[in-house]
């Protein structure tokens, strides 16, 4: 009993145990370590947040119709001027002279409806490019919130397995209590216990400070490559 008790202890050797339980905390608390870079981000959020691209999207849909229905003006200005022209061709030369100021005054219509158009075209299209322009890259945004969720998943994971690892330290040390009764080899078996505990958190603890670093170093060069794009 006692030696299969041993191998049983032997198994879960290169196992780390965590006593802690705040390992989800230390590794969030990594990204509140650089205030900088999450102001850079909430900052940036903030900006899409108040572009309201909801509202930028249901008066593009507006100024397409608007678009569209220039586009047709346009055309039929063109197909009346080309039917006045042909028109004034037609006209005797001693008519020509009175048909022609009506012809120019239809000419300098439509020239100035063309600018109306061209201006409202303008104006639209400065009105999306003044909030645009200077918007932050979204995709890059949401890269950074991706990558965070998927650090804070792993890091959840983590904690699902040292919850588990502790559970079977746990089962371990009930293991000893009832082999100290049974066996002189009792006190063997603790020190062993004892010892293989230390190990266990000291490598639970690198591996923490490890994932910790990784995760800091990835996120401050994720905000610094949005803030410099």
């Not at 909430?42 to 900006?47: K, L, M, P, R």
């Not at 042909?86 to 005797?92: G, H, I, Q």
């Not at 001693?94 to 201006?119: H, S, V």
């Not at 266990?200 to 995760?215: G, H, L, S, Y």
């Amino acid at each position: 009993m006692a030696d299969a008790s041993f191998d049983l202890l032997g198994e879960v050797a290169g196992i780390p145990v965590a006593q802690s339980t705040n390992i989800t905390n230390n590794a969030i608390d990594t990204v509140n370590g650089a205030p900088k870079e999450e102001d850079a981000f909430s900052a940036a959020v903030s900006v899409w947040r108040g572009i309201q691209l909801p509202v930028i999207q249901y008066d593009m849909d507006k100024q397409s119709i608007e678009l569209l229905e220039q586009q047709q003006q346009t055309s039929a200005g063109r197909k009346r001027l080309a039917e006045l022209t042909r028109e004034f061709k037609k006209v005797p030369d001693q008519e020509k002279m009175q048909q022609f100021k009506q012809l120019l005054k239809a000419y300098q219509a439509e020239i100035d409806a063309i600018t109306k158009r061209e201006k409202a075209t303008a104006q639209a299209f400065l009105s999306v490019y003044n909030v645009l322009g200077q918007a932050p890259d979204p995709a890059k945004l949401l890269q950074v919130a991706a990558d965070q969720t998927s650090q804070l998943d792993e890091i959840s994971t983590l904690e699902a397995e040292n919850l588990r690892l502790r559970e079977e330290n746990a089962s371990l040390n009930k293991q000893v209590t009832n082999l100290r009764s049974m066996s002189n080899n009792a006190t063997k078996l603790q020190q062993r216990l004892v010892r293989l505990e230390t190990k266990q958190e000291e490598t639970i603890q690198e591996r923490v400070r490890e994932k910790e670093q990784a995760f800091r170093e990835e996120w401050e060069e994720k905000i610094r490559t949005a803030k410099e794009t």
